[in-house]
């Protein structure tokens, strides 16, 4: 083969679109329940947008950007995450006019140059959710309830919701502060890039994905312990209200996760599937990014769900078959060919999926052939039927045949459909 598609970028043939197409409608009708609106913004943005966002000292920002110059030498870079498209979206079109809680989501690719492996792509998917306007706790719960109740649509009830606080702007430096004198006596032991990051930005130094920095920084003082007051509340109550809705969750102090702009609540979701323990979806509060970005003070709060994670899980559960002509249309002579393609076209107007022959062959093949693509139908038009105005029909499935009209064909296509 002279072409393969990039490492870690893959197709989705027609096979597998139609579980693509039931994850992405469920998603759709779930989350427009909750009033939420879709959005789509451009795969390409200014790179500065992730940079001053996702964090300059992160993996996605440091590694796995896919960053160039456009012809006119301006740096850009294709999305790696949604949230921060849609915050410069919110902004760009004034969508803050609109009355708060402003809802939108979104489904669409993302691209990170991560190492390809299982559940990790180069490409990948994500369906995002992102509220714009409301500070209370009550909002991250309803995000996780709104998960909470996708997946157990989608037949996946193992999951493991882990949920912690970072605090804001006033109680994160002295969080950091205690963080760094706790990291100095580290340092040493830890990874290159831990190394790197223990200056700039010790937080992402926890979000390490190294073994050794992971079992050497066990025991690290919790985020949870330097919250202010009204962080601590916020905390509190997202967790009663998690109770109220019945969500069961675990409080992982160590939870950081792996983008600078949150504040207050993250979270991770997580299943066991085949011993794997990556996250499906996560995500948190960031209640300063809005301003940051030049527009109003603007709480909010989101979550993407990784598709291609979910895929797999679901891929056993949930039985999606491909979609398959209703009818194929056969002939055999000059005339029945012109017979043939009236009759297609009608049929397609009457919105039946047909497939027809476009070369002649015996009537074995092409009924060999109609079987092959799982239809339902066959009508089989010689120069008898031509001369007689009728279509001879045979169901496939049971076996029947039979002879009607046009009127009577489509009829009874339609009934047993
Ligand atoms: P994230 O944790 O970077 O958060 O990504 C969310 C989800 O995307 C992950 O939990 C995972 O399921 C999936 N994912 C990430 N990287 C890959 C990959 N290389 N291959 C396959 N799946 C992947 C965010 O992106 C935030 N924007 C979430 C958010 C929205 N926070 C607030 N609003």
């Not at 809005?290 to 979910?310: H, Q, W, Y």
């Not at 194929?328 to 060919?337: H, K, L, P, Q, R």
Request: net charge neutral; hydrophobic share 35%.
């Amino acid at each position: 083969m002279k072409y393969s598609s990039l490492r870690g970028m893959t197709d989705i043939i027609p096979s597998q679109i139609n579980l693509w197409h039931y994850i992405e409608n469920k998603a759709k009708n779930i989350f427009e329940v909750y009033n939420f609106k879709e959005i789509r913004t451009p795969l390409l943005e200014y790179a500065d947008l992730f940079l001053r966002s996702i964090g300059e000292d992160t993996d996605i920002v440091e590694k796995e950007m896919y960053i160039f110059q456009d012809k006119k030498g301006r740096t850009v870079a294709l999305r790696p995450e949604g949230t921060a498209s849609v915050v410069r979206a919110y902004i760009q079109n004034s969508l803050f006019n609109e009355p708060a809680p402003n809802r939108l989501y979104y489904i669409g690719p993302m691209f990170r140059y991560e190492r390809p492996q299982k559940g990790r792509f180069r490409q990948f998917h994500q369906i995002g959710a992102e509220v714009f306007g409301v500070s209370a706790p009550s909002i991250d719960a309803e995000l996780i309830f709104m998960l909470k109740t996708f997946f157990e649509e989608l037949n996946i009830i193992d999951l493991n919701f882990e949920i912690n606080s970072l605090g804001c702007k006033d109680c994160r430096p002295a969080y950091k502060e205690a963080l760094y004198k706790y990291l100095s006596g580290k340092v040493k032991k830890l990874c290159d890039d831990c190394k790197r990051r223990f200056e700039k930005n010790p937080l992402r130094v926890l979000d390490c994905k190294v073994k050794s920095c992971k079992e050497e920084l066990e025991d690290t003082p919790s985020v949870l312990e330097f919250l202010c007051s009204e962080c601590k509340k916020h905390f509190q109550l997202f967790q009663k209200e998690l109770i109220d809705l019945n969500v069961c969750f675990k409080i992982n102090q160590r939870l950081v996760r792996g983008l600078d702009y949150y504040t207050k609540t993250v979270f991770e979701i997580t299943t066991h599937h085949e011993g794997a323990q990556n996250a499906v979806a996560a995500g948190g509060r960031y209640d300063d990014l809005v301003a940051s970005f030049g527009g109003p003070d603007t709480p909010a709060a989101g979550f993407a769900i990784g598709v291609e994670r979910l895929i797999e899980i679901c891929s056993t559960k949930i039985n999606v078959e491909e979609n398959k002509p209703d009818v194929y249309v056969s002939y055999m002579g000059v005339d029945a060919e012109k017979e043939a393609k009236i009759l297609t076209k009608t049929l397609r107007d009457n919105r039946l999926r047909v497939e027809r022959t476009y070369q002649e062959s015996s009537l074995k093949s092409q009924l060999r052939k109609a079987d092959k693509l799982g239809v339902k139908w066959v009508v089989i038009i010689g120069e008898d039927e031509v001369k007689k105005a009728l279509y001879r029909w045979k169901n496939m499935k049971k076996g029947t045949q039979g002879e009607a009209n046009l009127t009577e064909l489509i009829k009874l296509f339609r009934e047993e459909e």
